[in-house]
């Protein structure tokens, strides 16, 4: 658009040149013998100089609107960049919130299994089993922790998703890993209740008083161990791919807001697992497909929608 105008400036005063250069001929030819010798040389230089004149002006209108438009687009791409560092800035706090929430969760989990086979450990010692440190009331608490973040980080996307349309697929994934995780844990929960130590149910109690006065604890059976911590890791890897999303939706923002600024671009995850999943924008239509017609999540939500129409046909 800018280049139109600048071109249709320049054709204008080149027209403009070029009819005043014609009349200048035209005149210098008819009125060259009409004029009396002791004028002619300066009737036609003054025409001379105006032509030039004419010309000069004309360019320096046109490299005048050339520097106006080079300062608007230097201020306008300031601007912008600094509105996309603003943008990322923000971008970043949730994911930092949402990866520290997921590093928190996961590490619990493994402390905790950890704690379990030093107990057992112990006992095919002869002596008395260590209690773990881990409390089933923090570990819920770690859960809605990771789960509010995450959410939070969905509403950040949405808040901005005019920046790319694309950006809505990290929305389908987080939700599909939360689902997976939200399920997981509840598997989980149901096996660990009976495992992990529980705080003393004290109404007065403060939180510190609470974990120095934990329930008694003995070390479940083996067989109830061993379900445990095959449950803790299946839990572990779901909230791992819930960071790895988190992960990738960071360096994505990285390349679509700071690209410009560094003019470089930071590659893709590579799993060495082949059937894990890397969101990138570029396989928008593809990831979307895959996540609404082959996760569990994907199939929870058109099984939920098939009933609200049923229901809705129902009342009609």
């Known amino acids: 658009m800018r280049k139109t105008v600048e071109v249709k400036i320049v054709f204008c005063w080149i ?32 025409m001379a100089t105006i032509v030039v004149a004419v010309t000069g002006v004309g360019f320096a209108v046109w490299q005048l609107e050339r520097q106006a438009q080079n300062i608007i687009r230097g201020n306008r791409f300031t601007e912008t960049t600094k509105r996309k560092q603003e943008i990322y800035k923000e971008i970043l706090s949730a994911c930092s919130a949402a990866n520290q929430a997921q590093s928190d969760f996961g590490s619990y989990i493994t402390s905790f299994e950890f704690d379990l086979r030093i107990a057992q450990t112990m006992a095919s010692i002869g002596q008395r089993p ?108 779901k909230a791992l791919n819930l960071g790895s999303y988190i992960s990738d ?14 003019n470089s671009k930071i590659p893709p995850r590579k799993p060495i697992d082949p059937s894990l999943k890397v969101i990138t924008l570029d396989c928008h239509d593809e990831l979307k497909e895959f996540f609404e017609t082959k996760s569990a999540w994907g199939r929870s939500k058109a099984a ?13």
Request: net charge negative; aromatic share 8%.
């Open 15 to 46: 027209s403009i040149g070029l009819l005043v250069l014609l009349i200048y001929l035209v005149s210098s030819y008819f009125l060259y013998d009409f004029l009396p010798y002791s004028i002619r040389g300066p009737v036609i230089s003054g």
């Open 130 to 237: 260590s209690q773990p440190r881990a409390r089933i009331e923090e570990f819920v608490s770690r859960n809605s922790t990771l789960t509010d973040a995450t959410v939070k980080l969905m509403g950040t996307i949405e808040q901005w998703e005019i920046i790319d349309l694309r950006m809505n697929v990290f929305r389908i994934a987080f939700s599909s890993a939360l689902h997976e995780l939200s399920d997981e844990f509840s598997e989980y929960l149901k096996v660990v209740l009976g495992v992990m130590p529980k705080n003393a149910a004290q109404s007065n109690a403060s939180p510190s008083s609470l974990n120095s006065a934990p329930v008694p604890w003995h070390l479940p059976p083996a067989e109830i161990v061993e379900e445990a911590i095959t449950r803790a890791r299946s839990l572990s890897d």
């Open 249 to 262: 939706f960071q360096v994505e923002m990285q390349n679509l807001l700071l690209a410009d600024l560094f």
């Open 304 to 316: 939920a929608e098939t009933r609200a129409k049923d229901n809705l046909q129902g009342s009609a």
